[in-house]
């Protein structure tokens, strides 16, 4: 890209692509001037403070969506998305970077595949989010187990081995039922509540209750971005719909390429175009 660039980055998150322009631009690159975009409210320089500094010196835009741009047209030589574009609505955001993009304007895409390890490991997620959000009664158990601990320890009385057995008993049963191989969020969780059984003798009953609550809040916050993530990936027939959708907006394709990433396998489909010229306007 030659000095003075301008790019947008459409759904920029935390601002991993941004940012990695920046620190290979550092030591004598071209100095671009780069925007992004996402449609939640981001800040990349509070919530990645260990690149702060260089994260100030992209404009982040928060609450932005892809599918309505506040741009003028052309305002921009590329267009990126890196595991962005196919969480919206891609015709509508291809139509919007078609706009924005000035003729023979760039357009690089990096999307996720339907069939990879990633996705592979968010259903296998998923699947034991699930069963303990809505099946399993692990949390109300494991509630139960810490007032009761905490009464036992009030009268003096510090076992936890009797009333930690239906606690262990549904770890089993659940571990039975899902496979061992199948239970790495589980066991994650386990871990989590055993921490907050050992802790009985330092901590109040609220601030245990508080801890379990939270790991199941951080359970279901799991489970959302592993959905979007599986609900964003392109399967091959969405991968042809994206590359019919780029031809028919005002791009040409120009590459579209796995990227693969040694025993991953295929980690990312990089798709990239050129805005085709503009019609001339009449004199
Ligand atoms: C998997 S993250 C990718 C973030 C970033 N590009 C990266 O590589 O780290 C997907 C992002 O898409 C954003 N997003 C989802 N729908 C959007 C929309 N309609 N318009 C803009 N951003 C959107 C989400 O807020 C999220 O930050």
Redesign the pocket.
């Known amino acids: 890209m030659p000095d003075g660039a301008r790019v947008l980055d459409v759904?920029?998150?935390?601002g991993?692509?941004g940012l990695a322009m920046v620190r290979a631009n550092k030591d004598g690159g071209p100095n671009l001037s780069i925007t992004g975009?996402?449609?939640?409210a981001i800040d990349p320089p509070r919530f990645v403070t260990e690149h702060a500094d260089l994260l100030r010196t992209i404009s982040f835009r928060p609450m932005?969506?892809?599918?309505s741009l506040p741009f003028e047209d052309d305002s921009f030589d590329v267009v990126v998305?890196?595991?962005?574009l196919e969480?919206?609505s891609p015709r509508e955001a291809l139509t919007e970077a078609v706009r924005v993009l000035r003729s023979h304007g760039l357009l690089t895409l990096l999307c996720l595949p339907a069939r990879s390890a990633a996705i592979h490991a968010a259903n296998k997620g998923l699947k034991q989010c699930k069963h303990l959000l809505r099946d399993a009664p692990l949390f109300d158990i494991a509630m139960n187990a810490t007032q009761q601990l905490h009464q036992a320890l009030a009268a003096g009385m510090d076992d936890g081995g009797p009333i930690l057995a239906p606690f262990n008993t549904e770890v089993e049963r659940i571990v039975r039922k899902l496979g061992n191989d199948e239970c790495d969020v589980v066991f994650a969780i386990v871990l989590g509540l055993q921490k907050v059984f050992i802790d009985r003798k330092t901590a109040s009953l609220e601030d245990q209750i508080k801890a379990i609550q939270l790991l199941r809040t951080r359970l279901a916050e799991y489970a959302a971005r592993a959905q979007a993530l599986t609900r964003a990936a392109l399967t091959d027939s969405d991968l042809e719909e994206l590359k019919r959708n780029i031809a028919s907006v005002g791009f040409k394709l120009t590459e579209v390429k796995p990227i693969l990433v040694g025993a991953y396998g295929t980690v990312a489909w990089r798709v990239a175009a050129e805005r085709l010229a503009r019609p001339a306007l009449p004199n």
């Open positions: 759904a920029c998150g935390n991993a692509v975009i996402d449609s939640a932005v969506k892809m599918e998305s890196q595991f962005g969480y919206g």
